[in-house]
Protein backbone atom coordinates (compact mmCIF):
# COMPACT_ATOMS: atom_id res chain seq x y z
CA UNK A 1 0.00 0.00 0.00
CA UNK A 2 1.68 3.29 -0.92
CA UNK A 3 1.84 5.71 1.76
CA UNK A 4 2.59 9.58 1.80
CA UNK A 5 3.03 12.08 5.21
CA UNK A 6 0.21 14.77 5.58
CA UNK A 7 0.36 17.90 7.89
CA UNK A 8 -3.42 18.56 8.59
CA UNK A 9 -6.04 20.25 11.41
CA UNK A 10 -8.69 18.01 12.16
CA UNK A 11 -12.39 19.42 11.07
CA UNK A 12 -14.58 16.41 12.35
CA UNK A 13 -15.09 13.35 13.05
CA UNK A 14 -17.89 10.67 12.32
CA UNK A 15 -18.72 7.57 13.57
CA UNK A 16 -17.57 4.37 11.20
CA UNK A 17 -18.58 0.91 12.46
CA UNK A 18 -17.70 -0.38 16.22
CA UNK A 19 -15.03 1.80 17.48
CA UNK A 20 -13.76 3.74 13.80
CA UNK A 21 -13.78 6.82 12.44
CA UNK A 22 -13.58 8.99 9.91
CA UNK A 23 -11.79 11.74 10.06
CA UNK A 24 -12.15 14.95 7.91
CA UNK A 25 -8.87 17.01 7.75
CA UNK A 26 -7.86 20.42 6.05
CA UNK A 27 -4.27 19.51 4.49
CA UNK A 28 -1.79 22.55 4.87
CA UNK A 29 -2.11 22.99 1.22
CA UNK A 30 -5.84 23.64 1.44
CA UNK A 31 -7.26 20.26 0.21
CA UNK A 32 -9.75 18.35 1.99
CA UNK A 33 -9.00 14.94 2.78
CA UNK A 34 -10.98 12.12 4.19
CA UNK A 35 -9.00 9.38 5.83
CA UNK A 36 -10.15 6.52 8.49
CA UNK A 37 -8.78 6.19 11.87
CA UNK A 38 -8.77 2.54 13.09
CA UNK A 39 -9.49 2.07 16.65
CA UNK A 40 -9.84 5.42 17.25
CA UNK A 41 -12.68 5.32 19.44
CA UNK A 42 -11.15 2.84 22.06
CA UNK A 43 -9.87 3.96 25.14
CA UNK A 44 -6.65 2.20 24.44
CA UNK A 45 -6.55 3.82 20.80
CA UNK A 46 -2.92 4.28 19.63
CA UNK A 47 -4.82 7.93 18.14
CA UNK A 48 -6.30 9.63 20.62
CA UNK A 49 -6.43 13.52 21.05
CA UNK A 50 -4.33 13.74 18.05
CA UNK A 51 -7.37 13.15 15.83
CA UNK A 52 -9.96 15.22 17.77
CA UNK A 53 -11.05 18.40 15.81
CA UNK A 54 -8.91 21.98 16.32
CA UNK A 55 -5.92 19.25 16.12
CA UNK A 56 -3.08 20.20 13.86
CA UNK A 57 -1.02 16.60 13.36
CA UNK A 58 1.54 15.41 10.82
CA UNK A 59 0.16 12.05 9.45
CA UNK A 60 1.55 9.38 7.43
CA UNK A 61 -1.09 8.05 5.23
CA UNK A 62 -2.09 4.94 3.31
CA UNK A 63 -3.78 5.17 0.02
CA UNK A 64 -7.09 3.37 0.62
CA UNK A 65 -9.37 1.98 -2.28
CA UNK A 66 -12.14 4.85 -1.35
CA UNK A 67 -10.76 6.36 1.83
CA UNK A 68 -7.48 7.14 3.15
CA UNK A 69 -6.40 5.44 6.59
CA UNK A 70 -4.16 6.80 9.04
CA UNK A 71 -1.50 4.90 9.85
CA UNK A 72 0.57 7.33 12.03
CA UNK A 73 -0.21 10.63 13.67
CA UNK A 74 2.08 12.86 15.50
CA UNK A 75 0.88 16.22 17.12
CA UNK A 76 2.10 19.36 16.29
CA UNK A 77 -0.46 21.69 17.81
CA UNK A 78 -3.39 20.49 19.95
CA UNK A 79 -4.78 23.66 20.77
CA UNK A 80 -5.82 22.65 24.15
CA UNK A 81 -6.21 25.91 25.63
CA UNK A 82 -9.70 25.88 23.58
CA UNK A 83 -10.83 23.50 25.65
CA UNK A 84 -10.79 25.90 28.95
CA UNK A 85 -14.04 27.65 28.31
CA UNK A 86 -17.21 26.98 26.22
CA UNK A 87 -16.76 30.37 24.44
CA UNK A 88 -13.49 29.14 23.22
CA UNK A 89 -15.01 25.94 21.85
CA UNK A 90 -18.14 27.46 20.12
CA UNK A 91 -16.18 30.01 18.12
CA UNK A 92 -13.65 27.46 17.09
CA UNK A 93 -16.70 25.17 16.13
CA UNK A 94 -17.28 28.20 13.48
CA UNK A 95 -13.87 27.78 12.16
CA UNK A 96 -14.12 24.00 11.44
CA UNK A 97 -17.65 24.01 10.55
CA UNK A 98 -16.59 26.72 7.75
CA UNK A 99 -13.29 24.92 6.69
CA UNK A 100 -15.25 21.61 6.48
CA UNK A 101 -18.16 23.41 4.10
CA UNK A 102 -15.92 25.39 1.80
CA UNK A 103 -12.93 23.19 1.37
CA UNK A 104 -12.51 20.74 -1.60
CA UNK A 105 -10.93 17.16 -2.55
CA UNK A 106 -8.19 18.00 -4.74
CA UNK A 107 -8.32 21.31 -4.68
CA UNK A 108 -6.27 23.86 -2.29
CA UNK A 109 -5.94 27.24 -1.18
CA UNK A 110 -2.82 26.93 0.62
CA UNK A 111 -3.04 30.38 2.61
CA UNK A 112 -6.46 28.40 4.26
CA UNK A 113 -4.97 26.22 6.22
CA UNK A 114 -2.04 28.75 8.20
CA UNK A 115 -4.64 31.50 8.52
CA UNK A 116 -7.02 28.55 10.26
CA UNK A 117 -4.26 27.47 12.00
CA UNK A 118 -3.20 30.85 13.49
CA UNK A 119 -6.86 31.80 14.51
CA UNK A 120 -7.23 28.31 16.64
CA UNK A 121 -4.33 29.66 17.92
CA UNK A 122 -5.51 33.00 18.74
CA UNK A 123 -8.57 32.35 20.21
CA UNK A 124 -7.05 29.51 22.54
CA UNK A 125 -5.94 33.10 24.47
CA UNK A 126 -7.88 36.16 23.22
CA UNK A 127 -9.97 37.30 26.21
CA UNK A 128 -13.26 36.24 25.65
CA UNK A 129 -15.08 39.00 24.94
CA UNK A 130 -12.97 39.04 21.38
CA UNK A 131 -13.91 35.69 20.21
CA UNK A 132 -17.00 36.86 18.36
CA UNK A 133 -14.82 39.45 16.67
CA UNK A 134 -12.21 36.68 15.86
CA UNK A 135 -14.91 34.51 14.20
CA UNK A 136 -16.20 37.57 12.07
CA UNK A 137 -12.40 38.35 10.72
CA UNK A 138 -11.76 34.44 10.24
CA UNK A 139 -15.04 34.39 8.27
CA UNK A 140 -13.92 37.48 6.33
CA UNK A 141 -10.58 36.48 5.58
CA UNK A 142 -11.70 33.10 4.64
CA UNK A 143 -14.33 34.00 2.26
CA UNK A 144 -11.72 36.49 0.87
CA UNK A 145 -9.74 33.81 -0.02
CA UNK A 146 -12.24 32.07 -1.77
CA UNK A 147 -12.75 34.52 -3.72
CA UNK A 148 -15.58 36.77 -1.78
CA UNK A 149 -13.70 39.63 -0.98
CA UNK A 150 -16.33 41.67 0.47
CA UNK A 151 -16.56 45.35 -1.71
CA UNK A 152 -15.82 48.06 1.35
CA UNK A 153 -13.93 50.78 -0.92
CA UNK A 154 -16.12 51.02 -3.67
CA UNK A 155 -19.99 49.88 -4.57
CA UNK A 156 -20.00 46.60 -5.38
CA UNK A 157 -22.54 47.23 -7.83
CA UNK A 158 -20.84 50.24 -9.75
CA UNK A 159 -17.79 50.12 -8.58
CA UNK A 160 -17.84 54.26 -7.61
CA UNK A 161 -15.54 54.91 -5.39
CA UNK A 162 -16.78 57.65 -3.87
CA UNK A 163 -19.29 55.37 -1.84
CA UNK A 164 -19.73 56.32 1.32
CA UNK A 165 -23.74 54.87 2.21
CA UNK A 166 -24.73 52.97 5.11
CA UNK A 167 -25.88 50.30 3.17
CA UNK A 168 -24.36 46.89 3.11
CA UNK A 169 -25.23 44.16 0.52
CA UNK A 170 -24.51 40.20 1.17
CA UNK A 171 -26.13 39.24 -2.89
CA UNK A 172 -24.16 42.24 -4.29
CA UNK A 173 -20.91 41.57 -2.49
CA UNK A 174 -20.30 44.89 -0.18
CA UNK A 175 -21.75 48.41 0.40
CA UNK A 176 -24.14 49.95 -2.09
CA UNK A 177 -23.62 53.59 -3.63
CA UNK A 178 -27.36 55.44 -2.97
CA UNK A 179 -27.52 55.16 -6.77
CA UNK A 180 -27.37 51.62 -6.79
CA UNK A 181 -29.47 51.10 -3.24
CA UNK A 182 -33.00 49.99 -5.35
CA UNK A 183 -30.82 47.27 -6.47
CA UNK A 184 -31.60 45.35 -3.30
CA UNK A 185 -34.29 45.56 -1.23
CA UNK A 186 -32.83 43.61 1.17
CA UNK A 187 -29.99 45.03 1.77
CA UNK A 188 -28.61 45.51 5.63
CA UNK A 189 -28.17 49.12 7.63
CA UNK A 190 -24.14 49.58 7.97
CA UNK A 191 -22.48 52.17 10.42
CA UNK A 192 -19.60 53.88 9.27
CA UNK A 193 -18.14 52.87 12.30
CA UNK A 194 -19.17 48.99 11.25
CA UNK A 195 -17.84 49.77 7.96
CA UNK A 196 -14.07 50.56 9.32
CA UNK A 197 -14.04 48.05 11.49
CA UNK A 198 -14.52 45.16 8.80
CA UNK A 199 -12.12 46.85 6.43
CA UNK A 200 -9.76 46.81 9.71
CA UNK A 201 -10.48 43.35 10.19
CA UNK A 202 -9.23 42.02 6.49
CA UNK A 203 -6.37 43.80 7.05
CA UNK A 204 -5.33 42.92 10.81
CA UNK A 205 -2.98 39.85 11.35
CA UNK A 206 -5.09 37.76 13.97
CA UNK A 207 -3.38 37.96 16.81
CA UNK A 208 -4.00 42.06 16.33
CA UNK A 209 -7.23 42.15 16.02
CA UNK A 210 -8.07 41.93 20.45
CA UNK A 211 -5.69 45.63 20.16
CA UNK A 212 -8.80 47.11 17.46
CA UNK A 213 -10.78 47.86 20.71
CA UNK A 214 -14.19 47.36 19.35
CA UNK A 215 -17.12 48.05 21.70
CA UNK A 216 -20.02 45.93 21.87
CA UNK A 217 -22.37 47.58 20.36
CA UNK A 218 -19.89 47.67 17.24
CA UNK A 219 -18.91 44.31 17.62
CA UNK A 220 -22.99 42.59 17.77
CA UNK A 221 -23.25 44.89 14.56
CA UNK A 222 -20.23 43.49 12.16
CA UNK A 223 -20.70 40.09 13.69
CA UNK A 224 -24.27 40.32 12.20
CA UNK A 225 -23.13 42.08 8.92
CA UNK A 226 -20.60 39.02 8.39
CA UNK A 227 -23.09 36.51 9.83
CA UNK A 228 -25.57 37.53 7.09
CA UNK A 229 -22.69 37.55 4.03
CA UNK A 230 -21.03 34.29 5.15
CA UNK A 231 -24.69 32.80 5.01
CA UNK A 232 -25.23 34.17 1.48
CA UNK A 233 -22.08 33.08 -0.51
CA UNK A 234 -21.72 29.58 1.15
CA UNK A 235 -24.48 27.57 0.09
CA UNK A 236 -24.22 24.56 2.25
CA UNK A 237 -25.74 25.54 6.06
CA UNK A 238 -23.42 26.15 8.74
CA UNK A 239 -25.23 25.07 12.11
CA UNK A 240 -22.32 25.69 13.57
CA UNK A 241 -22.35 29.55 12.84
CA UNK A 242 -26.04 29.53 13.22
CA UNK A 243 -26.05 28.21 16.78
CA UNK A 244 -23.13 30.61 17.76
CA UNK A 245 -25.27 33.83 15.87
CA UNK A 246 -28.12 32.77 18.20
CA UNK A 247 -25.86 32.35 21.38
CA UNK A 248 -24.65 35.49 21.05
CA UNK B 1 -31.83 -5.71 -4.94
CA UNK B 2 -33.28 -7.72 -7.90
CA UNK B 3 -31.26 -10.70 -6.81
CA UNK B 4 -33.21 -12.02 -3.91
CA UNK B 5 -36.69 -12.89 -3.31
CA UNK B 6 -38.57 -9.81 -2.25
CA UNK B 7 -38.73 -11.36 1.56
CA UNK B 8 -35.09 -11.16 1.49
CA UNK B 9 -34.80 -8.07 -0.07
CA UNK B 10 -36.56 -6.57 2.62
CA UNK B 11 -34.90 -7.68 5.60
CA UNK B 12 -31.42 -6.94 3.94
CA UNK B 13 -33.20 -3.41 4.13
CA UNK B 14 -33.74 -2.98 7.64
CA UNK B 15 -30.49 -4.93 7.91
CA UNK B 16 -28.52 -2.38 6.67
CA UNK B 17 -30.44 0.68 8.47
CA UNK B 18 -28.80 -0.82 11.82
CA UNK B 19 -25.81 0.90 12.94
CA UNK B 20 -22.32 -0.52 11.97
CA UNK B 21 -24.04 -2.82 9.69
CA UNK B 22 -22.64 -2.55 5.96
CA UNK B 23 -24.26 -4.65 2.96
CA UNK B 24 -21.85 -8.11 3.62
CA UNK B 25 -22.71 -7.95 7.43
CA UNK B 26 -26.46 -7.43 6.43
CA UNK B 27 -26.32 -10.77 3.53
CA UNK B 28 -24.13 -12.77 6.65
CA UNK B 29 -27.03 -11.81 9.22
CA UNK B 30 -29.93 -12.67 7.17
CA UNK B 31 -28.18 -16.00 5.46
CA UNK B 32 -27.89 -16.57 9.46
CA UNK B 33 -31.62 -16.30 10.01
CA UNK B 34 -32.56 -18.23 7.32
CA UNK B 35 -30.42 -21.20 7.98
CA UNK B 36 -31.98 -20.91 11.58
CA UNK B 37 -35.16 -22.90 12.73
CA UNK B 38 -38.57 -21.35 13.08
CA UNK B 39 -38.33 -20.54 16.68
CA UNK B 40 -35.01 -18.82 16.79
CA UNK B 41 -36.32 -16.39 14.28
CA UNK B 42 -39.59 -15.91 15.88
CA UNK B 43 -37.56 -15.15 19.37
CA UNK B 44 -35.06 -12.81 17.67
CA UNK B 45 -38.37 -10.79 16.23
CA UNK B 46 -40.05 -10.93 19.73
CA UNK B 47 -37.47 -9.53 21.68
CA UNK B 48 -37.35 -7.21 19.48
CA UNK B 49 -40.72 -6.29 19.86
CA UNK B 50 -41.10 -6.43 23.39
CA UNK B 51 -38.07 -4.35 24.19
CA UNK B 52 -39.88 -1.35 21.87
CA UNK B 53 -43.27 -2.21 24.22
CA UNK B 54 -41.82 -2.40 27.50
CA UNK B 55 -38.56 -0.04 27.52
CA UNK B 56 -39.23 3.41 27.04
CA UNK B 57 -37.23 6.42 28.78
CA UNK B 58 -37.29 7.42 32.93
CA UNK B 59 -39.20 10.21 33.06
CA UNK B 60 -36.55 11.47 35.61
CA UNK B 61 -33.18 10.62 34.42
CA UNK B 62 -34.13 9.65 30.48
CA UNK B 63 -32.17 6.23 31.29
CA UNK B 64 -33.69 3.29 29.46
CA UNK B 65 -36.62 2.36 32.03
CA UNK B 66 -39.46 -0.73 32.35
CA UNK B 67 -41.66 0.70 34.75
CA UNK B 68 -41.76 4.81 34.73
CA UNK B 69 -38.77 5.23 36.61
CA UNK B 70 -35.57 3.39 36.02
CA UNK B 71 -34.28 0.80 38.62
CA UNK B 72 -31.72 3.53 39.80
CA UNK B 73 -34.32 6.47 40.48
CA UNK B 74 -37.02 3.95 42.26
CA UNK B 75 -33.92 2.74 44.18
CA UNK B 76 -34.39 4.38 47.89
CA UNK B 77 -30.98 2.87 48.86
CA UNK B 78 -29.35 5.47 46.32
CA UNK B 79 -27.72 8.77 47.09
CA UNK B 80 -30.10 11.03 46.97
CA UNK B 81 -27.27 14.18 46.70
CA UNK B 82 -25.66 13.50 44.03
CA UNK B 83 -26.57 13.24 40.29
CA UNK B 84 -24.15 12.07 37.54
CA UNK B 85 -24.44 13.20 33.89
CA UNK B 86 -24.03 10.95 30.62
CA UNK B 87 -24.35 11.47 27.29
CA UNK B 88 -25.82 7.84 26.84
CA UNK B 89 -27.88 4.97 28.91
CA UNK B 90 -24.76 2.27 27.78
CA UNK B 91 -22.28 5.25 29.58
CA UNK B 92 -24.71 4.35 32.53
CA UNK B 93 -23.84 0.68 32.43
CA UNK B 94 -20.69 1.03 32.42
CA UNK B 95 -20.38 3.68 35.09
CA UNK B 96 -22.32 0.93 37.16
CA UNK B 97 -19.69 -1.19 36.47
CA UNK B 98 -17.09 0.27 38.22
CA UNK B 99 -19.16 0.68 41.71
CA UNK B 100 -17.61 3.54 42.44
CA UNK B 101 -21.17 5.79 42.03
CA UNK B 102 -23.68 5.44 44.39
CA UNK B 103 -26.15 8.18 43.33
CA UNK B 104 -28.45 9.12 40.54
CA UNK B 105 -27.89 9.28 36.74
CA UNK B 106 -29.04 12.16 33.97
CA UNK B 107 -28.66 10.86 30.79
CA UNK B 108 -28.55 13.93 28.35
CA UNK B 109 -28.87 12.04 25.11
CA UNK B 110 -26.56 13.01 23.15
CA UNK B 111 -24.03 15.89 23.93
CA UNK B 112 -23.72 19.57 22.58
CA UNK B 113 -21.81 19.43 18.73
CA UNK B 114 -22.03 23.09 17.20
CA UNK B 115 -20.88 21.31 13.76
CA UNK B 116 -23.42 18.91 13.92
CA UNK B 117 -26.23 21.70 14.97
CA UNK B 118 -26.57 19.81 18.03
CA UNK B 119 -27.41 22.54 20.98
CA UNK B 120 -28.15 22.39 24.50
CA UNK B 121 -31.83 22.47 23.54
CA UNK B 122 -31.93 19.20 21.85
CA UNK B 123 -30.61 17.79 24.68
CA UNK B 124 -32.22 17.09 28.28
CA UNK B 125 -30.39 19.88 29.92
CA UNK B 126 -33.65 22.05 30.76
CA UNK B 127 -34.79 18.52 32.86
CA UNK B 128 -30.92 18.01 34.74
CA UNK B 129 -31.73 21.89 35.77
CA UNK B 130 -35.10 21.58 37.02
CA UNK B 131 -33.89 18.22 39.18
CA UNK B 132 -31.51 20.65 40.97
CA UNK B 133 -34.35 23.07 42.23
CA UNK B 134 -35.27 21.64 45.56
CA UNK B 135 -31.45 21.38 46.85
CA UNK B 136 -31.66 18.31 47.40
CA UNK B 137 -28.47 17.41 45.26
CA UNK B 138 -25.22 18.90 46.16
CA UNK B 139 -22.59 17.66 43.68
CA UNK B 140 -23.26 16.69 39.89
CA UNK B 141 -20.51 14.78 38.06
CA UNK B 142 -19.98 15.00 34.67
CA UNK B 143 -18.85 12.24 32.94
CA UNK B 144 -19.36 13.06 29.10
CA UNK B 145 -16.92 11.43 26.73
CA UNK B 146 -13.28 12.75 26.98
CA UNK B 147 -13.70 14.21 23.83
CA UNK B 148 -14.33 17.80 21.85
CA UNK B 149 -18.26 17.24 21.93
CA UNK B 150 -18.06 15.81 25.73
CA UNK B 151 -15.89 18.40 26.54
CA UNK B 152 -18.08 21.40 25.32
CA UNK B 153 -20.90 20.04 26.66
CA UNK B 154 -19.22 19.88 30.22
CA UNK B 155 -18.11 23.32 30.30
CA UNK B 156 -22.03 24.38 28.68
CA UNK B 157 -23.06 22.48 31.82
CA UNK B 158 -21.11 24.16 35.10
CA UNK B 159 -21.38 27.23 33.53
CA UNK B 160 -24.83 26.97 33.62
CA UNK B 161 -24.89 25.63 37.14
CA UNK B 162 -22.46 26.79 39.35
CA UNK B 163 -24.32 29.88 39.89
CA UNK B 164 -27.18 27.64 41.52
CA UNK B 165 -24.76 26.80 44.34
CA UNK B 166 -24.09 23.36 43.29
CA UNK B 167 -20.33 21.53 43.55
CA UNK B 168 -19.71 20.53 39.80
CA UNK B 169 -17.21 18.04 39.01
CA UNK B 170 -15.93 16.76 36.05
CA UNK B 171 -14.00 12.86 36.04
CA UNK B 172 -10.33 12.72 35.66
CA UNK B 173 -8.39 13.54 32.80
CA UNK B 174 -6.96 10.53 33.59
CA UNK B 175 -9.01 9.25 30.38
CA UNK B 176 -7.40 9.07 27.23
CA UNK B 177 -8.85 11.78 24.89
CA UNK B 178 -10.70 10.96 22.25
CA UNK B 179 -12.12 7.53 22.94
CA UNK B 180 -15.41 6.47 24.10
CA UNK B 181 -16.57 5.98 27.75
CA UNK B 182 -18.25 2.90 26.92
CA UNK B 183 -14.81 1.49 25.77
CA UNK B 184 -13.17 2.46 29.40
CA UNK B 185 -12.15 -0.70 31.49
CA UNK B 186 -13.66 -0.44 34.88
CA UNK B 187 -10.75 0.21 36.65
CA UNK B 188 -9.67 3.39 34.63
CA UNK B 189 -13.15 4.46 34.98
CA UNK B 190 -13.29 4.14 38.40
CA UNK B 191 -10.12 6.11 39.09
CA UNK B 192 -11.49 8.81 37.46
CA UNK B 193 -14.74 8.85 39.29
CA UNK B 194 -12.04 9.01 42.01
CA UNK B 195 -10.58 11.39 41.22
CA UNK B 196 -12.95 13.61 39.66
CA UNK B 197 -12.27 17.55 40.03
CA UNK B 198 -14.51 20.73 40.46
CA UNK B 199 -15.11 22.29 37.83
ZN1 LIG C 1 -23.16 52.00 -7.13
ZN1 LIG D 1 -34.23 7.26 36.16
Known amino acids: MPSYPLRALVLRKTKLGEADLIVTLLAADGRQVRAVAKGARKTKSRFGARVEPFAVADLLLHTGR ?59 SAAIATLPLLVAAFLLKALAMHGY ?44 DARAVMRALLRSRMADIEALGVDDALRSEVVRLVVAYTGYHVPARLKALDMYAKGM | MPYYAEPIARLLEELERLPGIGPKSAQRVAFHILKGDDETAHRLADAIVEVKRQIHFCKVCFNFAADELCEYCADHERDRTGICVVEEPRDVVAIERTGEFRGLYHVLQGAISPIDGIGPEQLRVREL ?37 VRVTRIASGLPVGGDLEYADEVTLGRALEARREM
Open chain 1, 149 to 192: RPSLDQCASCADDTCDSTLFSPRTGGCLCDGCSPQDPAALRMSP
Open chain 2, 129 to 165: ILRLEDGTVTEVVVATNPNVEGETTALYLARLIKPLG
Open chain 1, 66 to 124: SLEVIAEAETVASHEALRSDYERMAAAGVVVDLLDKISVEGQGEPQLFEMSNVTLGVME
